[in-house]
């Protein structure tokens, strides 16, 4: 059994009882859910309450005109796209140049056929369908421009605008940041020996390994490559040592088995940190903890440096 839509919200605003009860008749046996208003008062109320996808407004009311309500609905940015439809008199068709000037979509002339009016909120339906449907795929399209495939981590540029966001609210609240800049070692051999399916599958075991060392008011990405990129706030120096040092041993003690053959991967941090009132660029951090990185590969590999503030 198919499941009903719902139905959909339409806003009316007139003075006339009148013309409130004819489009509630036009409206019953169709699938929409109206809601009346009086004046433009009790409109925007209503606007603001349920955030209707399409209005219905009368061109003359007691409070303020149509093209007032016009101006204010299409200033409202809390809700998404709504269709507005004017109805006006013949006597005055020159308002329905102001209205649409106003970000009035359609309008419709006094007296009404049932069907038209309709037909014209089909139309308005339609188009807050396809406004919906851009709006989906345009936040897809948004995700996907911030989004490591592989992964499904934050990538380099997420990582960039979140961080340096955070950064200045470390600066301004007083709480430490901390870069980890994590690079797998020997990863190269693994794609060599086994074959990029298998290194594919070694990044992402480690992405997953660095979600869970991520908290709500941190943030973890995949720079590029094999290398890995954690934030995270709100932690002293000695904490930061211990985290990060949990997370290079629950990697290390990972088991990959490839053609049969058993093999554990390891990975090396660089640290750095910030505590102060003069936030650096996101960028300058970065370098910072690549070079702690260095010194970590230079040790031996499988090893935290830390560059502490």
């Not at 800049?181 to 990044?203: C, E, M, P, R, W």
């Not at 058993?262 to 940190?273: M, P, Q």
């Not at 951090?285 to 090893?303: E, F, I, P, S, W």
Request: glycine share 8%.
């Amino acid at each position: 059994m198919t499941e009903a839509r719902p139905k959909f919200p339409v806003l009316v605003v007139d003075d006339s009882p009148v013309y409130r009860k004819l489009i509630e008749h036009a409206l019953e046996d169709e699938a929409y859910s109206p809601l009346f208003a009086k004046n433009g008062h009790e409109a925007l109320e209503l606007y603001a309450k349920h955030g209707p996808p399409i209005v219905i407004t009368d061109w003359m009311m007691p409070d303020f005109s149509g093209q007032e309500l016009c101006e204010r609905i299409r200033g409202d940015l809390q809700h998404q796209y709504t269709y507005i439809i004017v109805l006006t008199s013949i006597s005055e068709k020159n308002n329905v140049v102001k209205g649409l000037a106003a970000g009035a979509d359609d309008y419709l002339t006094k007296p009404f056929d049932p069907g038209e009016l309709l037909a014209r909120i089909g139309v308005g339906r339609r188009t807050i369908d396809l406004h919906r449907e851009i709006e989906r795929k345009n936040k897809l399209l948004e995700e996907m421009a911030h989004t490591d495939p592989l992964t499904a981590l934050p990538n380099r540029r997420a990582l960039e605008e979140w961080s340096g966001r955070q950064l200045r609210g470390a600066a301004r609240h007083g709480y430490p940041l901390w870069v980890v800049h994590a690079d797998l070692d020997s990863f190269k051999s693994i794609n060599d020996t086994y074959g990029h399916d298998a290194g594919d599958q070694v990044l992402k075991e480690f992405a997953a390994i660095l979600k869970e060392y991520t908290r709500a008011s941190d943030i973890c990405g995949r720079m590029g490559g094999d290398e890995f990129l954690l934030v995270l706030t709100h932690v002293d120096e000695r904490h930061i040592q211990l985290t990060v040092e949990r997370l290079r041993e629950q990697f290390a003690s990972k088991k990959f088995c490839f053609g049969g053959t058993n093999i554990t991967v390891t990975a090396s941090f660089g640290t750095c940190g910030f505590m102060g009132k003069e936030p650096p660029e996101f960028s300058t951090l970065v370098q910072q903890a690549d070079r702690a990185l260095y010194c970590a590969k230079r040790a031996g590999r499988n090893q935290i440096k830390i560059e502490f503030p």
